[in-house]
């Protein structure tokens, strides 16, 4: 089971971003994903999950999570970016404990 997190980067304050998760090595339909974000000093806290069949529950304004089952990758759009989104970026497979590698994003003017 492999999760590959992608989209990363320096963005301006007000900016978008959309990160990708490339999945595989299991059955990615099946499973619902989630998103969850680090910051410096801080627990890991979560941003998003999607169900199975696509039901998704955003808990940031302007962030929105999506799933392309054809693809195997679960997608998290980011808008509206302020400096305090600033924090590496997971995607998850709740129910097999499974993490990726992260992704940073940097909010700075």
């Known amino acids: 089971v492999q999760l590959v997190e992608s989209g990363g980067g320096l963005v301006q304050p007000g900016g978008s971003l959309r990160l990708s998760c490339a999945a595989s090595?299991?059955?990615?339909?099946?499973?619902?994903m989630r998103w969850y974000r680090q910051a410096p000093g801080k627990e890991r806290a979560l941003v998003a999950d999607?169900?199975?069949?696509g039901i998704n529950t955003n808990y940031l304004d302007g962030f929105i999570i999506s799933r392309d089952n054809t693809k195997n990758t679960v997608y998290l759009q980011m808008n509206s970016l302020k400096p305090e989104d600033t924090a590496v970026y997971y995607c998850?497979?709740?129910?097999?404990?499974?993490w990726g590698q992260g992704t940073q994003v940097t909010v700075s003017s």
């Open positions: 998850s497979v709740p129910t097999l404990r499974v």
């Open positions: 090595g299991f059955s990615f339909s099946s499973y619902a």
């Open positions: 999607i169900s199975s069949g």
